[in-house]
Every structure is written in C-alpha cells, then in structure tokens.
C-alpha cells in the first residue's frame, strides 16, 4: 500500500511537473514570439520543398533584405538599396518608391538615361530628371510571391488562352507578350531561349527571373553582375571617378542565382475561406465575365524543383496582353506590347495587402486604385463588357463580388 | 581566433578564481582622473567602472593594465522561427596606463566586440594633469558624447548588451582622434560638475557610405583620421547631486568627404548629435536613463532614402535584491533590471525603428564578475512599417582580469 502511495504521488508529483513544464514552455512561446500561420505573409517557402531548398530559400531571403551601402557598390544612380525596400514584405511596392518608366514612341531612350529613370545618386553623381517630352509610366513595384508558379506553367498553358483575333467573339483578345530573352542569361535557364512567352512584369516583358533579378539590381540599385558588368550612369551627367568605389561587378551570378531560386519558392498566401456570400461573389466574378481575362486556375508542368511540379496555381491571370482602354494606357511599349496593353494582374494576395501597405490597397499598374471597385471602374478596352456588367449590379451583389476578389 | 580563445580562457579563469580583492584593488589601484580633493566622492560601485576607476590587477612600477572580457551564450528568435543558438565571446577589452612623470601619462585600451565584429581601439592617449582637478588629453580617446561612451565596460553594466540608443545611434564605444580638456568644478557647494570639451576628427563618411538600409551614424564611428579639414566640437557637462547625474553631451562636425581623386563631389555636410543621460537612486532602485537626437544633412541625391533626423531613447532600473547572496561568501550579490528603449532611425518615416524591453538576473560572486540571465523582447519596424518580432534569452557571463 505504502509502494503504491508513493509511486502515486511519484506520479501526481510528475504530472505537475509536466503541467508546470508545459504552462512554462507555453508561456516562452509568448515571451519568444509565434510564428504567423502558414499563408499568412508574402514570405513563405512553399509546402514541400526539400531541406536543401530550404537552405537556399534562406540564403535568398538572406540576400534579398540585404541592403547595399555606398561603399559595397550602390549607385551611382539608383532607385533604392535593396529587393526588400521596394517590396513591402515581399508584396507590392507603395507609391513612395513608384518607378517611372520612360520612352519616346517606341524607342526606349537609352541615350537619354532610358528605360528607367533613377532619382536617387550618390556623392558624385547626379540623379536623373526626366527628359521633357517622354512617354511616361509610373510602375508600381509587383509582389514577388508565386513567380516560381507563374514559371512553371508552360507557354502552351499560356497560348491556349490566346484569342488574338477574339475568333469566339466576347470581345476579349488576349495575347502573349513574344519576348527575346537577354543574351546573357544561362542556356539551363527556365526563360532563356531565342523567343520565349513573356511572364513576370506589368506587362509580361520578361521569360526569365534572372533577367528579372538582374535587371532589377542594374537599374534599380545600381549593381553590377557578371550578367550587367557596365555602370548604368546618368548620360547628362558622369559621376565623378571614384565616386562608385565598389570594383566591378558588385554581385556574382550566385548572389543573383540565390534571389532567383529564393522568388521561386516564395509562396503565394492562402486564399481565404470560403462562405455561401463569398460563393455568390464568385458565381457573380464569373457572371460578369472577370473570369475572361482573371482565369482562376491555371497549371504547371514540370519543374527543377519539385514542389512547383504539376499543381494548380489559383492566380486568377491568364497570363496574357489585353488593351485596357484609354483610362490606363501609358501609351509606352514594352516588348511588344502596346501602349494600351498590360498583362492580366494576377488577383491572389489580396487578402492580405492592405497588412502590408499601411491599410491601403494600392491596385493597377501605378497604385492609383485604393480599392477593388476603383480598379474595376477604370478598367476599358476589352474589359469593358465585364466592368459593364458590375457596374449594372445591385449594390449588395457588387460588394459581394468586390469580397471575394479581396479574399484571395 | 586564436586570440578569442584565448581571452575567453582568460575570463573563464577569472570566473573561477575566487572571490577577489577587487573593491581593494579598485581603491589602490585606480588613477583618479579627474576628482578633486575638495569634492566629497562616493567610493566608485561596479556600474561607476569606468575609464578612471576601473579595478586594473597588474601593475610593474609605473605601468598598470588590466581588461575585461565577456562570454555570451543566447537563444534568439525571430517571428517565431529560431535563429541558431550561439556561444561567442561578447567582448573583450584590455587597457594600460603609463607613469611618464607626476603629471603625465599614457593611457592605452582596446577592445573587441562580437557585434559588428569590430576590433576597436578606444584609447591611445597622452594626459596631462593641470592642476588637482583639471587634465588635457590628445589622442584617441573615447569621446564623451553620453555617459555610456565614457563607461561601458561589460562587467560593470547589467544587462546582456548595451542599450540602442547607445549602439545605434551614438555608436558606443565611439573612438576618436582629438585633443581637448576635462575636469571636475563646483555647480554648487554639494554638487559637483564634470565638465570635458575636445576638438576631434568627429564621424566619417561612413555615416552614408558604409550606411546599410539608411543613415548609420555608428558606420561613422571610430575615425581616426579627418576627412575634410575641419574638425568636430563636443563637449559634455554633468551634475553630480548626491549619487545622482544628469549631463548633456553635444557634438558637432562635418562628417563628409568633399574631394575624391581630385574632383569636388559634395559640399561640406554636417552631423549634429546631442544627448542627456541622468543617473538617480530611489526607493532602493537605480535609475539610468539615456536619449539622443541627430540631425544629419544628407545630399540631395539621397534624400527620402537616407534619414536626416534620428533619436533614440532608453531607461533602466535595476536593484540589488539581496547581497552576500550567501552568508558565508561576502561580495556576492543578486540583482535585478528592467530596461525599456527605443529608436528611430528616421523620424521622417512611420516606420524604420526598434522598440525593446529587457529583463535581467544577475548574481555576482564578486564585485568584478557577473552572471547575467536575460530575456529581451523587440519590436523591429522596416521602412513600410511592417513589424517583426524578436526575441531571445541570454545567458553572459563578464568579468575583469
């Protein structure tokens, strides 16, 4: 009897213990931080990948916050110091650092300091001021999550969607922006090749996420690579020798590689959950036709790494070129998209911009729509029909369409 | 490497030894600087070793050294995910004085911190004594912009590492190359004032050039040589009521190169830092406080990136909660802090700032050592405002040698 008491007790004292450990261990989680939930925030790794991808995801985090100095190379004209300082916790930009695009007509104005204007310069150098008479679009800088989908899904995914000629009459006619990838880039890379389908910009100019990520660090900071090892310099005004102390180039094509692999497995956030108003939101999106141009789900095929193989991606974008009218036309070409054309925006991460912009949501190509029903409202050309036929809702059936478009 | 070893080995030695004549040492051994004869001074308490007081345990004739060093075991956490728990040498420091004559001598320290992985020399200096309260100095010297710049040695200080304000905003320990006088006078019959005004070569370029994310005045630091011909003021005044002291530090200078290979690049740019420090005791507490400001003028091709105001604040409490922690072992103590502080590193922006609250135990089993367990808590704010959490446990373990 006494045996059994104290190897109770034992036990009592133990499981107090235990509980005491547990309200402990509980209790650090709180004073340590908590981990937001998965699909909750713009940088995530994507479910699935391997401990290796894993490491190279956090070297790519690594070197996408890494903020450049003067002395390690940024400049001498620029835009910003780093991948993180344009992307707001890896989603879109604010219109703080808009980039302003320029060209004349369709010559992209490189004598003139084109196609980007950088306002920002160090010691010794002059920023940029914009050419009178230019063509001019501002861009907002886009999210970076999800690019490895978008990357994934073949080009024959993408021109399955085409309908240049609108052959079935909806008065949609999409196309794909036919890119000439750069020369520079790898022959092992997904967007290289002699013309590739364009994918990831404003205005699907780009095949490829190195040239993506390398063009962004030329024009954007300022750093060279082994891809782009030439300054970019204001043509109206050279900085002074000396004034970019940094040797060329400021970044090898590993540092570049690690951001390209890192954007690849980002993942997009989850989308929300779904609610019998939401579900009339949806059957409303595609009433109205949104679905024309914001196809809901599109498919990739094979990939390096596997955890972007042959899934659905719920991107809402079909991926193509579609005028849109008057209203935000830049009248600028990039690739061989027009002026009026830009490629579908894809709609997922919504949900959660608003956490990361300050409250706002900041839509199209500039940020000039603060919500889902200003963007609708300036959209033309061949979304007409469809911002037609929202418009001609009842006010309830608008706001649970606009919901569920803000919850994905 | 192998001198990180070393001086852990060092300091774990000096963890072991026993309980030691430090108070002993400090009152024999310590070169008073500047303290008047006719000026009533408390005997100097662990969070006072500084410059002037510190315990040196070596001395050969006219020649006295000593340092201190810090180990430093931490578990850190970020948004929940944990960082690789790590054991490294906090920061190790030796210094030296010389006798050159009655009125002369040679101060010499130095110091390696972990974070940033900076070896800094803090002090390479001649002083000479002008009377019985007042000294000139040229050299490299800690500047005395704050109160935690003159006196930051790790034992001495009560939590696991300095505050922002004092890291990053005014870049402790700041180092300059300058010249200048210091001394003690009256403010009031009772009440001492400090007073020290140097002409240095104040922060460089660095400020921008070696800026990441933005201004960096501590990039500036540490400069021991003048980049453009002009050199910086500061100057700090300090009341001591009591056991008590409230200063105000100011310095000013241009921190900018203007001519490179030849070609004019900029103008001349200044940067201007101001703080007020306070020490007080009440209710058995004692009470540290320490806030800076800096105005920095930035080229305009910079601008809107690169902050032009910056400001940080910080507020301590400790207390002894029990001393001898053992009856039979006289010099040991348990004490407890509390610290919350924050900065900004531009004002200009909503976000671009850190807000930390830290708690600390610590036992000291001698007067010279300490063993600290720590917990922090931070709110970092990028540029967007977008917030991310940290935090961490620490366990440090400092002490002289």
Redesign the interface.
């Known amino acids: 009897m006494s045996h059994a008491w104290r190897s109770q007790s034992r036990i009592a004292f133990c499981a107090a213990g235990l509980v005491l450990a547990a309200l402990v261990i509980v209790g650090c989680?709180n004073?340590?931080?908590?981990?937001?939930p998965l699909g909750e925030r713009f940088d995530q790794p994507l479910a699935g990948l391997s401990n290796g991808e894993l490491g190279d995801f956090q070297d790519g985090h690594t070197q996408f916050r890494?903020?450049?100095?003067?002395?390690e190379g940024l400049g001498p004209i620029f835009n910003?110091?780093?991948c993180?300082?344009c992307h707001?916790?890896d989603g879109r930009g604010?219109t703080?650092n808009t980039l302003t695009r320029f060209s004349r007509g369709t010559d992209l104005d490189y004598a003139e300091g084109g196609p980007q204007l950088q306002d920002?310069?160090?010691?010794?150098?002059?920023?940029e001021r914009l050419p009178s008479g230019v063509d001019v679009s501002y861009r907002l800088p886009p999210p970076v999550f999800g690019v490895g989908l978008i990357e994934a899904i073949p080009d024959s995914a993408i021109l399955a969607g085409e309908d240049p000629g609108d052959a079935n009459a909806d008065g949609i006619s999409g196309r794909a922006n036919w890119v000439t990838p750069a020369s520079y880039l790898p022959s092992d890379d997904p967007g290289a090749g002699a013309s590739r389908v364009g994918r990831f910009g404003r205005k699907a100019a780009n095949s490829s996420l190195i040239q993506q990520v390398t063009e962004a660090y030329h024009q954007d900071m300022g750093i060279t690579s082994p891809y782009r090892p030439t300054e970019n310099v204001n043509p109206a005004a050279p900085a002074?020798?000396?004034?970019d102390p940094a040797p060329e180039p400021e970044v090898s094509e590993a540092k570049i590689s690690d951001i390209a692999q890192y954007m690849r497995m980002l993942a997009p956030p989850s989308p929300g959950e779904m609610s019998p108003a939401r579900e009339r939101g949806q059957t409303l999106f595609a009433g109205a036709r949104c679905t024309g141009c914001h196809t809901p789900v599109m498919h990739t095929g094979w990939h390096e790494i596997e955890a972007l193989r042959n899934r659905d991606v719920q991107l809402y974008s079909d991926l193509l070129l579609h005028d849109m009218g008057d209203a935000l036309a830049d009248n600028r070409p990039d690739g061989s998209a027009d002026g009026h054309e830009w490629r579908t925006a894809p709609l997922w991460g919504l949900r959660i911009a608003r956490?990361?912009?300050?409250g706002d949501l900041l839509l199209l190509h500039d940020g000039r729509a603060h919500s889902v029903d200003e963007a609708v409202r300036l959209h033309g050309g061949e979304a007409t029909a469809a911002r037609d036929a929202y418009l001609a809702l009842p006010v309830d059936d608008k706001a649970a369409l606009v919901d569920f478009v803000e919850s994905r | 490497m192998i001198g990180r070893h070393a001086s852990a080995a060092l300091m774990a030695l000096a963890l072991l030894a026993p309980p030691a004549r430090a108070a002993d040492t400090a009152s024999k051994k310590t070169v008073p600087r500047s303290t008047p004869a006719a000026v009533p001074v408390t005997p100097p308490s662990p969070a006072a070793w500084g410059r002037e007081n510190a315990p040196y345990h070596g001395s050969l004739d006219n020649i006295t050294w000593g340092g201190h060093g810090e180990l430093r075991f931490g578990y850190d956490v970020t948004a929940g995910v944990s960082d690789p728990s790590w054991f490294s040498v906090g920061r190790v420091n030796g210094f030296m004085e010389a006798k050159l004559s009655s009125k002369v001598r040679l101060r010499g320290q130095a110091a390696y911190d972990h974070v940033p992985d900076d070896f800094t020399l803090e002090r390479a200096e001649l002083v000479a004594r002008l009377g019985r309260a007042h000294e000139a100095h040229a050299g490299i010297f800690l500047v005395p912009l704050g109160r935690t710049n003159l006196s930051h040695d790790a034992p001495a200080y009560e939590f696991w590492e300095r505050s922002l304000v004092a890291t990053q905003i005014l870049g402790v320990p700041n180092a300059q190359l300058g010249l200048g006088v210091n001394g003690t006078g009256s403010w009031s019959r009772t009440t001492p004032l400090r007073y020290e005004v140097d002409l240095v070569t104040g922060f460089d370029d660095g400020v921008i050039m070696d800026a990441s994310g933005g201004t960096r005045i501590p990039a500036g630091r540490n400069n021991y040589s003048d980049q453009n011909g002009i050199p910086a003021a500061v100057a700090r005044f300090a009341i001591q009521p009591g056991r008590g002291e409230v200063g105000v530090a100011i310095q000013s200078g241009p921190y900018n190169r203007t001519r490179v290979e030849g070609a004019e690049i900029d103008g001349t740019r200044w940067v201007h830092v101001l703080t007020a420090d306070g020490l007080a005791h009440a209710m058995g507490l004692e009470l540290a406080t320490e806030a800076a400001a800096a105005l920095i003028d930035i080229p305009p091709g910079l601008e809107g990136l690169y902050a032009e105001r910056q400001w940080g604040a910080s507020l301590e409490a400790t207390r002894t909660l029990r001393a001898p922690l053992f009856h039979a072992w006289r010099g040991t103590s348990l004490s407890g802090g509390l610290r919350a502080e924050t900065v900004d590193f531009d004002a200009g922006l909503p976000g671009d700032s850190r807000t930390r609250v830290a708690a600390s135990l610590n036992i000291r089993p001698q007067p010279a050592s300490i063993l600290r367990f720590g917990w922090y808590y931070e709110w970092k704010r990028d540029r967007f405002d977008n917030l991310t959490p940290l935090a961490g446990l620490t366990l440090t373990a400092a002490s002289y040698f």
Request: glycine share 14%; net charge neutral.
């Open positions: 989680s004073l340590l931080t908590t981990e937001p890494k903020a450049f100095t003067i002395n910003n110091v780093s993180a300082s707001s916790g604010v703080g920002k310069a160090v010691p010794g150098a002059t920023p002074a020798s000396g004034a956490e990361f912009l300050g």
